[in-house]
């Protein structure tokens, strides 16, 4: 079973949409989750940093992780175009310095 | 807004010769990565470095691998002898002391021919 997975669509959704992008891990001693974004051969962009279970939220966008379920989101509402990326969870252990990614989820948004 | 700047951009070699990856980290970061990204793939952890040493690194990060911080601004990743499966885009990232959250440069394309 991989650390980390992410579905890597492609995901394409109308313009205004609500978006939902998951991700399930197997490590349950991760405690740090992030969400990055990344357009084509670009670095990676934080968007999102949660710490433990609950929600987070930032303008048009909400992060959830629930550890219980080893399951975290990210929704992105009223979408534009300018969301068209792909979208990396990321997460870490307590203590470690290492972040590990999943696949990626290349996200396109249709005016 | 402060970011991680990595240089160059996109650098070409032929297999077997060394190359050197450039990265200038976030000023009052303390910890600092390299990650590479073969294309298609998921986002790899390579090192991470802290207090003038190697503090993790991956099973990826063999002998040919080495890193430096050779003044008070530079981060800088040498492969000895590159190979063709070492092209792929190769990200320096930081954080600082407090903060679990790393920042990423923009990346080198590294193309071994």
């Known amino acids: 079973q991989k650390e980390v997975e992410q579905d890597p669509g492609p995901l394409s959704v109308p313009e205004g949409a609500i978006v939902s992008l998951n991700c399930t891990y197997s490590n349950s001693a991760f405690q740090y989750f992030m969400w990055y974004r990344q357009y084509s051969r670009k670095g990676p962009e934080l968007l999102m940093y949660?710490?433990?279970?609950g929600n987070k939220e930032d303008g048009r966008f909400t992060a959830q992780v629930d550890k219980s379920s080893k399951y975290i989101s990210l929704f992105i509402r009223d979408s534009q175009p300018s969301d068209s990326a792909t979208y990396l969870c990321?997460?870490?252990?307590?203590?470690?310095?290492?972040?590990?990614f999943g696949q990626g989820t290349r996200l396109t948004i249709n005016p | 807004e402060p970011e991680v700047t990595q240089t160059p951009s996109h650098q070409v070699t032929q297999m077997g010769q060394e190359v050197i990856l450039r990265c200038v980290p976030i000023s009052n970061h303390l910890y600092f990565y390299w990650y590479r990204q073969i294309l298609g793939q998921k986002v790899e952890f390579l090192v991470s470095?802290?207090?003038?040493?190697?503090?993790?690194k991956s099973e990826i990060f063999d002998d040919q691998f080495s890193v430096e911080r050779p003044d008070g601004s530079n981060f800088t990743l040498k492969i000895r002898s590159t190979k063709l499966e070492d092209s792929a885009m190769y990200f320096c990232?930081?954080?600082?002391?407090?903060?679990?959250?790393?920042?990423f440069g923009q990346g080198t394309r590294l193309t071994v021919v």
């Open positions: 949660t710490y433990s279970s």
């Open positions: 990321a997460m870490s252990r307590q203590g470690a310095q290492k972040l590990v």
């Open positions: 990232a930081s954080r600082s002391l407090m903060n679990t959250e790393a920042f």
């Open positions: 470095f802290y207090n003038n040493e190697i503090s993790e």
